[in-house]
């Protein structure tokens, strides 16, 4: 059962696969980048060549039609890129009220021409990531498709991140389809991987999102089969910090930019670090600040 590392926007881009690679090692066996759209007719550079960058990575599209579709394909694949998932949960209202993510898996006959133009590019192989709302109606439209995975985000576009997956109507989906299923939603511990893992033993994958920001060992550690203890966890925390800050200050421009790129790293790692110098972190606006509350974390090697 692979573990996938689910695409998060402003906080899973390139720097952070590749040096989350490199420092817990063959946890994971593929990351997902956040979603490229078109804008004014065009993939911003900086988001293509962050789709593309990560070797391990699966490139991911946002569309609302063939249209959107055939340009975004067009250029992923004239770049190298021969993995591609198609958003069709993303409940963000600007994509939503133009018919992308979850606004296209509300449209079937035109998820049914996406689906379709997908035969025009044979040499990649595609998958879709989705949430629960209207499957039954969606599932058969992919099953006929190209599409060769499918991840479910367990949770209704409503929920947006928040509250219980619904893993009650995740079984029906996995009664119904013989396409290959990916898991996602909640997963923040070994023990709730072993809980889905165990329930659904012919799973795909096991997709993990805010739960390898909380614990970035916790891929390492469901592969080991053992916990890793709070200060191995911490020093390989501050290992994949070194390595993002130091990438940020060589590539930014300036305190206010290295500072907006790395205080998202944090965000989710509360626990790990605790409460004091979480605050600390939060509140250090310029750099003195910052790394002496960095500096601040326990760490007992
Ligand atoms: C800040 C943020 C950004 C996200 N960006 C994307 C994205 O670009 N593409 C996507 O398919 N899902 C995106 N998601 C959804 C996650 O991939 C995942 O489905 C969701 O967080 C549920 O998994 P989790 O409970 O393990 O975090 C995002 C979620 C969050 C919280």
Aim: with cysteine; glycine share 8%.
């Amino acid at each position: 059962m692979k573990i996938i590392s689910a695409p998060l926007q402003g906080f899973t881009e390139a720097p952070w696969r590749r040096f989350h690679a490199e420092v817990y090692g063959s946890g994971v066996d593929t990351y997902c980048a956040p979603f490229v759209r078109l804008e004014h007719g065009a993939i911003r550079p900086r988001d293509l060549r962050d789709s593309i960058a990560e070797p391990r990575a699966v490139s991911q599209i946002i569309c609302r039609d063939t249209e959107e579709f055939r340009a975004l394909a067009s250029v992923l694949t004239q770049n190298g890129i021969r993995r591609i998932d198609l958003n069709l949960g993303c409940p963000f209202p600007p994509q939503v009220k133009h018919g992308r993510g979850a606004g296209l898996a509300a449209r079937p006959e035109k998820l049914a021409e996406v689906l379709q133009a997908m035969m025009q590019f044979p040499e990649v192989e595609f998958s879709a990531k989705m949430r629960l709302d209207g499957w039954q109606e969606i599932l058969p439209l992919l099953e006929s498709s190209p599409i060769k995975s499918l991840a479910i985000h367990a949770r209704y576009r409503q929920q947006q991140y928040d509250g219980e997956p619904d893993l009650e109507e995740f079984a029906r989906i996995a009664e119904t389809t013989n396409l290959p299923l990916i898991f996602n939603g909640g997963i923040s511990s070994r023990s709730d991987f072993d809980a889905v893992a165990g329930r659904f033993p012919g799973l795909a994958g096991i997709m993990i999102g805010r739960g390898l920001l909380s614990r970035p060992s916790i891929a390492a550690e469901i592969r080991q089969g053992r916990e890793w203890s709070a200060d191995e966890r911490i020093e390989a925390i501050l290992d994949l910090h070194r390595k993002l800050f130091e990438y940020f200050s060589e590539k930014l421009c300036g305190p206010g930019q290295i500072l907006s790129k790395i205080k998202p790293f944090w965000e989710y790692l509360e626990e790990e670090i605790g409460r004091k110098a979480a605050k600390a972190i939060r509140k250090g606006n310029s750099l003195p600040a910052y790394n002496a509350a960095v500096n601040s974390i326990d760490y007992l090697p």
